[in-house]
Structures are given as C-alpha cells and as structure tokens.
C-alpha cells in the first residue's frame, strides 16, 4: 500500500506540502524565482566608428577630362575622398539592429583643375578648384539585418537615412573669359589654371549647405562575449567606403 502511494506521488508531481518545503529551501538558498535576473531580449553598444570614403575615376569620367585623355592638359584631375569619424548608439534586439549616428566628414581632395566634359572638347574651359575647411556634419539612423555564422561571427546587411550640413567651401578660379570671372581684367583671356597663380579667386562655387545622406552597407561583427564588438564594414555613404566600428555592448 506504500509503495502504491509513493508511485501515485511521483506520477502526479510533488504534493502541496512538499511544494511548500521546495520553495522554503529555494528560499533559505537564496535561488527564489524573483531573485533570477531577468534575460533583456534587447542589448546596446556604443561605438567609435571611421571610414575612409571615394569616388572611382570610372565614375569621375562621365563628367570630367583627366590628363590621360586626348589633347587633355598636363594637369591630373583631382581624385574625391573623404574621411569619417563618429560615433553610434546601436539598440540590438535579434536580428534587428537600429543603428544611430553622429559623425564629421573631412575632406582629403586636393585643390586642382576640373575639365568638363564636352563635345567638341576644349580643354582650357575648366575651372581650379581648391578646398577651404570644406567637410559635413552628419546624423543619421540605419537598420541592420543581422545573420549569424558562429555564435562570436556574424553579418549585417541593410540601409539608411541621414542629413549633412555642409561646413567650408570651394574657392574657384574660372578660365578669364568666362561670365564667372572676376570682372577686374586680371589675364581675362588665360585659362583657371594660369590665372590661380597670379590672380584673386572669382569666388566660390555654389554647394548647398544641408545634403541627405543615403547609405547601404554589408558588414561583419565580431562578438567577444556579451562585453565588445568590432564591425568591418563596405558600403555606400554617399560615397563608395570602407570603414570599421568597435565598442562596448551593454
């Protein structure tokens, strides 16, 4: 008759007595279900990000003679890039990541001639351009879509949306018998590029002072535990780049 009760007791589960003197050992042990720290579905990180940011000649062409065309001047065309640094604030909650920005872009152009492209072409029309503390601050927000290949190895991919101001400008030099040279008579009948040695600049060219900012970008994160990250990423900032993001996930 015992050993039926005891079957009948183990089948069922635990009595309302034994329950109680379970729950009064979890107690005295310190391991009570209130206790338990409670599992967040969502982490954060805070990162320092960089990049380094550029435009192909290939794309450059369509618009603009460089010194290796036909007939072009000696004067290379000067290449587009660009720096970053900022920082992020990126809400995690798998496999979403919402990834929010503040960064500067500094300019690394070079001052240079800038010959458009034309038909038939001349080449003496273009202008000399040189950077003046041109670069962007920025804010934006991103969406990444995370896929994970080892538990410390994963991927992002996704976009976004952002806002520049512009800072600077581009002080221009244009050939002197153009309507956008200076209306001084200095070398009115030379090209920008004789004329920005001996002559004041015509003025600036006309940037808008608010730009958006589109990106889409693919990268890869490295997990070291529940403390850090590191990102590599590739993308489009505006720019073709490639950059990295590394910080602490809380």
């Not at 290939?58 to 290449?79: C, Q, T, V």
Request: proline content about 6%; some cysteine; hydrophobic content about 40%.
């Amino acid at each position: 008759m015992l050993r039926s009760t005891l079957l009948i007791a183990l089948a069922l589960g635990s009595s309302p007595a034994i329950a109680a003197d379970e729950r009064k050992v979890a107690r005295t042990s310190g391991v009570v279900e209130s206790d338990l720290p409670l599992k967040r579905n969502m982490r954060f990180e805070t990162n320092f990000r960089a990049r380094y940011l550029s435009v192909p000649n290939s794309i450059l062409d369509i618009w603009f003679f460089d010194n290796d065309d036909d007939g072009a001047n000696p004067f290379a065309r000067p290449k587009v890039r660009a720096y970053t640094v900022g920082a992020e604030f990126v809400m995690k909650k798998k496999p979403a990541n919402w990834i929010f920005y503040f960064e500067y872009l500094g300019n690394l152009m070079n001052e240079g001639y800038w010959d458009d492209v034309e038909q038939p072409a001349a080449h003496d029309d273009g202008d000399w351009v040189q950077p003046a503390g041109l670069g962007v601050l920025a804010i934006g927000s991103n969406y990444g879509h995370e896929i994970y290949a080892t538990p410390w190895w994963s991927f992002l991919f996704g976009g976004g949306v952002g806002v520049g101001v512009v800072t600077g400008n581009l002080t221009n030099w244009a050939p002197g018998n153009s309507q956008s040279a200076s209306q001084d008579s200095c070398l009115s009948e030379s090209p920008s590029y004789y004329r920005k040695d001996y002559c004041p600049p015509d003025g600036s060219k006309r940037i808008p002072k608010v730009v958006p900012i589109v990106d889409v970008s693919a990268s890869s994160r490295f997990h070291f535990g529940d403390q850090a990250n590191l990102r590599v990423d590739i993308g489009l900032h505006n720019m073709l780049y490639v950059g990295t993001a590394f910080g602490a996930v809380f």
